[in-house]
């Protein structure tokens, strides 16, 4: 008799709470699921078996009875979680993706990522590797092809000479990120962070057991680092500087001459390393160029290089970044992610090599979305430019406009309440306008808000538009 297979099929629905204007930009989301087993589910129970003897008549045999009590589960978490904020621009993205499921026209300008599609060539590549059956394991570093390849790159295009042992690829840069800071850190050390930063950087200190030291930036000065400041807040208990150039939010673009400035306070410094985050060297307008930290003197012994592949090759569901530095510090990072996640995804790794593969800087179809970038920008700032209260620094890189606001602050709106801060206006522009931004709180910077121009240039204007018009209440009780 032939052998036939079963399938259970299984539905899953998901009810979603939506109130624009709650306090929280949380959004509360309960899902259940049958799976076709005919399982029972008990939260946040546990079974505790105990059996009990029933006597039966002479003759018979004994049986035990299986009785159920229900304890309850110790669900605390471990303090270095609770320690740990939640991305807010992860949770502002979920719940415009919610809003959008549930009918409600929301553009979406808060996630940072590129709107094309992935180049074809390195598509292709990726596809040849699954039915080639590359889909095995690489080593934890990652292939050997793929490091000679992030060796070349970085010879070619940065100026920094590495062999492919002081190359690590893993799960994207921001996992090449936590795994330098975990690497190099003690408890106590402190890790120097310009804001606005990246919404990460504090947190991956904390997971380290280190102290974020945060070091403000002025929008009259392009959010660049001041090197004063900087020297005025070292320690010997500083053990990092995060760069990040173009920057995410502010898509600020550090000068060499600004670098060199800095380099010369950071080799007064012994003990102090540099994580400099390049994962955006590529989206970059003229005049603006991008100099890597670890190409100026004496600089490449204390520098940890990140970069990727998410956003200059559109890649973002790749998952692929790496690192670049000094052998010890490499093998270490290694470490960490050998009892992590192991090595990137081979296909992923076989599609990193064509994308390095399509010419310096990534040839004709970078540009190309590069050209679209900066159109974007220019509507952006010109459209916000022309706001009573506004301020705005232009973006020399990246696909992020971070505007100044605060001059709406504490304006009261009918139906809604008290502007208050970067927050709140961020939810009434949902709310009203149906336009999901990023408040700069997340930043470090509750004064401005975070608008992503990775979308398409039409989206963009419908965008403005209707920023402009939920603006408009605010903007007749702001003084002019």
């Known amino acids: 008799m032939a052998n036939s297979l079963h399938t259970c099929s299984s539905s899953s629905t998901t009810a979603a709470r939506l109130n ?6 949380a959004l509360s989301d309960n899902s259940g699921s049958d799976s076709g087993l005919r399982s029972i589910s008990f939260p946040l129970k546990s079974l505790k078996f105990s059996t009990r003897q029933v006597i039966k008549p002479p003759h018979r045999t004994t049986t035990t009875k299986l009785v159920v009590k229900a304890t309850e589960v110790d669900i605390s978490l471990s303090p270095k979680v609770n320690s740990i904020k939640p991305s807010k621009t992860v949770a502002i ?8 499921q549930a009918g409600v026209p929301v553009i979406r300008l808060a996630t940072g990522e590129p709107d094309f599609d992935t180049p074809a060539p390195i598509a292709e590549a990726g596809k040849n590797a699954i039915c080639e059956g590359y889909t095995r ?37 921001k996992q090449s990120c936590v795994q330098a800071v975990m690497a190099v850190c ?27 030291v945060i070091l403000p930036t002025k929008i009259s000065e392009n959010f660049l680092l001041d090197p004063k400041a900087l020297e005025s807040k070292l320690t010997e208990k500083s053990r990092l500087l995060i760069l990040c150039s173009p920057a995410n939010p502010t898509g600020s673009v550090y000068p060499k001459k600004l670098l060199e400035e800095i380099a010369q306070i950071v080799a007064k410094h012994p003990r102090l390393l540099v994580l400099t985050d390049e994962i955006y060297e590529h989206i970059i307008y003229a005049p603006a160029t991008h100099t890597s930290f670890a190409s ?9 290089t990140v970069n990727g592949f998410s956003k200059t090759f559109a890649m973002t569901g790749w998952r692929l970044g790496y690192l670049a530095g000094p052998k010890h510090f490499v093998s270490a990072c290694g470490k960490i992610q050998s009892q992590f ?15 390095l593969g399509l010419g310096y800087a990534g040839g ?37 406009l971070f505007i100044d606001f605060s001059s709406y602050y504490g304006t009261e709106v009918e139906g809604f309440g008290k502007i208050e801060n970067s927050e709140s206006l961020c939810r009434y522009l949902l709310d009203e306008g149906q336009v999901a931004l990023v408040p700069g709180d997340a930043f470090g910077d509750d004064s401005c808000i975070r608008i992503s121009y990775a979308a398409s240039l039409t989206t963009i204007k419908a965008a ?6 939920a603006l408009l209440p605010l903007r007749r009780a702001v003084p002019v």
């Open 464 to 469: 403005v538009e209707r920023i402009k018009k």
């Open 93 to 100: 993205s979920d719940q415009a993706t919610a809003l959008v």
């Open 296 to 304: 100026l003197p004496g600089m490449w012994e204390r520098t940890l």
């Open 186 to 212: 003690s408890p106590g050390d402190e890790v120097i962070i310009p804001a606005p930063f990246y919404v990460s950087y504090p947190e991956m200190a904390r997971m380290a057991d280190a102290k974020p």
């Open 137 to 173: 394991y690489t080593p934890n570093a990652g292939t050997v092809e793929i490091r000679q390849a992030i060796c070349h790159k970085l010879k070619e295009e940065n100026g920094i000479s590495y062999t492919p042992d002081q190359i690590l690829v893993s799960n994207g840069a």
């Open 20 to 25: 624009l204007r709650a306090p929280s930009l």
């Open 341 to 355: 996640t192991s090595g990137a995804s081979s296909v992923s790794q076989k599609a990193g090599v064509a994308a």
């Open 364 to 400: 004709e179809t970078v540009s190309i979305m590069v050209k679209a970038f900066r159109e974007r920008r220019d509507f952006l700032v010109k459209s916000f430019g022309e706001l009573e209260g506004v301020k705005i620094s232009e973006p020399k890189g990246a696909f992020y």
